[in-house]
Every structure is written in structure tokens, then in C-alpha cells.
């Protein structure tokens, strides 16, 4: 199958402002990517992650991501009632702390925290500020892993809010978090919804233990899927992962975060050893030049699709 040359270059996109929902959104956006390692101190880590947000505010970043559970150590390593007591209501005091500074600095931050929904039920959640400060909804993570080292089924009750897509200042966002990495299905509902750009808020690592064939082709697998969202749906990927030793030193959480257009290529990727705060300038509007080129949207059979509702297709 011979496909069309993407013609990108023959066409020139100024600053356009469109109205949607009465959220005014600009085509060009600075999207900033905080990549931080962390303590066991809850104030420490939400301190850390506010001054770096704020560096990201300055070098012009409009929509800023944190990663996944930032307030403190990926505690999932262990299956620990103590842990519990770091989960939080979401609004709460973080959020509101957020919104706070999101309006100071005009700012979109997406932030992921755990949530204390009642006594019982917790989830990894994410929350949306607006750059009013305004809390706009959170996403609670729909795909839980219970591997070695990460034993978050222990933790963490399947999201019931489905997917979803906040209408920001800026942009409309899609949000997922880490395990939903390697779910197609995930992206694709959350791009049909209207989403400008997916963000993934990550924590995932290799042990020390295991050797460097391993963690690259590991690494590999999960930049390409998330690649692979980007190119099949048209859009603009972000994935923010956190950086440094943890587990008392037997697991290296792999850094790595990255920007991808929407035909896979990367825009930026940070390394897999040190802090970094990363602005791109991507452009939402070449959504439209990409999904006309490569038409992947238009030529969905959805009315073959049903099967994928199965767990298994084993019977006829």
C-alpha cells in the first residue's frame, strides 16, 4: 500500500483562537514536563513539585504535567496498610494548594495524587487546575497493575469515571495515567472525545538487578506504544515519567519522559538518570493536516469492531 506524501510544510498555521465551550484555546501551546525523583516526606515532594512548576511557568509553559503520584516514594512496591495513610481527598488540600498557584501563574497543571474516595475505596487519580485556578475534574486510572514491585491492585480501585477530557484554557486535554500506557482502546476513546493533546502521568522503572539488554528493550516497548497512539489517533502524546533510586536502591525508576508529534516522531525525550523540566511548543492545529494526509479516523470500520468487547474470542 503506496501512502500520500505528508504535505506539512505546504501549509503555514498562524496563532488561530478558537472558542469551544466557552474556553478560548490557542492552536500553538507550550506544554512543560516536570521529570523529578522524590522523598518520603509528603510537603517535601508537593514543595519540590510547585517551585518546578513554577520554572516551567518561566521558561513559558502554559500546560504543565507532573508525574504520577508525585507527592511521595512509588509506595506500591510493597502491600503496606500504612501506606494508606498518604491517600487525600481529591479537591483537598493539594488541589487547592495547585489552583493557587495555576492562577498566580496563569498555568494549566495536571497533577496526579492518591485519592481517599471513603473509607475503602482509594484510587490513583489524577486532577486538572484550569489557569484560573479552577479545579476542573479528575480521571481516576482505569488500568491496574499488580506485577512485582507494583502491587497497586492492593491499593487502588478501578476508575468508574470513565474517560474523560477537560476543556482548559489552552486546550482540551486527555488524560491518562501510566498503566493505561499500553491500552489502544484507551487512547482511541479518549481522541473520539475530543482530546487536543493525551497526556500520561508514569511511574515505572527497572530493578537494579536486571541487565541493560532487558531495560532497553523495555524502555523501547514503552515509548513505541505511546508513539503508536499518537500516530494512530492524530495527536500530540506527552508522557512524564518520575527519575532516580528508589526501594532502597533496587529499583531505578527510568525517566525517559517524552513528546511526540502525531506521525511518532519525538519532540523531546529527557534521559533516564537526571531531573529535568522540559517546554515544547507543539501546535494542535497540524491535527487536522495529519488525520486528511493519513486518514487512519475516516477508514475506522466501526461496524466490524464489536468482537472487541470480548475478553477472548474463542467461540464463533
Not at 511521595?72 to 488540600?93: M, N, Q, R, V
Not at 482548559?168 to 482511541?188: F, H, M, N
Request: hydrophobic residues 40%.
Amino acid at each position: 500500500m503506496r501512502l500520500r506524501a505528508f504535505a506539512g510544510n505546504s501549509i503555514r498555521y498562524g496563532t488561530k483562537v478558537q472558542v469551544n465551550h466557552n474556553k478560548v484555546s490557542m492552536s500553538k501551546v507550550k506544554v512543560g514536563l516536570v521529570q523529578m525523583n522524590c522523598t518520603n516526606i509528603k510537603e517535601d515532594n508537593l514543595a519540590k513539585a510547585i517551585q518546578k512548576v513554577r520554572e516551567a511557568a518561566a521558561k513559558g509553559a502554559q500546560i504543565i504535567c507532573l508525574q504520577e503520584l508525585f507527592t511521595s516514594l512509588y509506595f506500591c512496591d510493597t502491600e503496606d496498610y500504612e501506606h494508606f495513610k498518604l491517600a487525600e481527598a481529591i479537591p483537598g488540600a493539594t488541589t487547592d494548594a495547585l489552583g493557587v498557584v495555576a492562577a498566580e501563574l496563569k498555568v494549566v497543571i495536571i497533577a496526579s495524587l492518591f485519592e481517599k474516595r471513603t473509607q475503602g475505596i482509594y484510587h490513583n487519580t489524577t486532577a486538572v487546575m484550569d489557569a484560573d485556578g479552577a479545579y476542573l475534574g479528575k480521571y481516576r486510572k482505569m488500568h491496574i497493575p499488580d506485577d512485582p514491585a507494583f502491587y497497586e491492585k492492593f491499593y487502588f480501585t478501578p476508575g468508574d469515571l470513565g474517560y474523560k477530557v477537560f476543556k482548559t484554557k489552552y486546550a482540551s486535554l486527555g488524560v491518562l495515567i501510566c498503566w493505561d500506557q499500553w491500552y489502544p482502546e484507551a487512547a482511541r476513546i479518549t481522541a473520539l472525545m475530543g482530546a487536543d493533546i493525551l497526556f500520561y502521568p508514569t511511574a515505572i522503572g527497572w530493578a537494579t538487578s536486571q541487565d541493560e539488554a532487558t531495560n532497553t528493550e523495555q524502555y523501547n516497548a514503552w515509548q513505541t506504544i505511546q508513539r503508536s497512539h499518537a500516530v494512530a489517533n492524530g495527536v500530540h502524546v506527552v508522557s512524564v515519567n518520575r527519575v532516580g533510586f528508589e526501594q532502597n536502591g533496587a529499583m531505578k525508576f527510568w525517566g525517559g519522559s517524552f513528546v511526540s508529534n502525531p506521525f511518532g516522531t519525538l519532540l523531546y525525550k529527557a534521559s533516564h538518570e537526571e531531573e529535568e523540566i522540559a517546554v515544547i511548543e507543539i501546535d494542535t492545529a497540524k491535527t487536522d493536516s495529519y488525520r486528511t494526509h493519513w486518514p487512519f479516523l475516516r477508514d475506522r470500520r466501526i461496524d466490524s469492531y464489536q468482537p472487541i468487547t470480548k475478553r477472548f474470542i474463542d467461540e464463533n
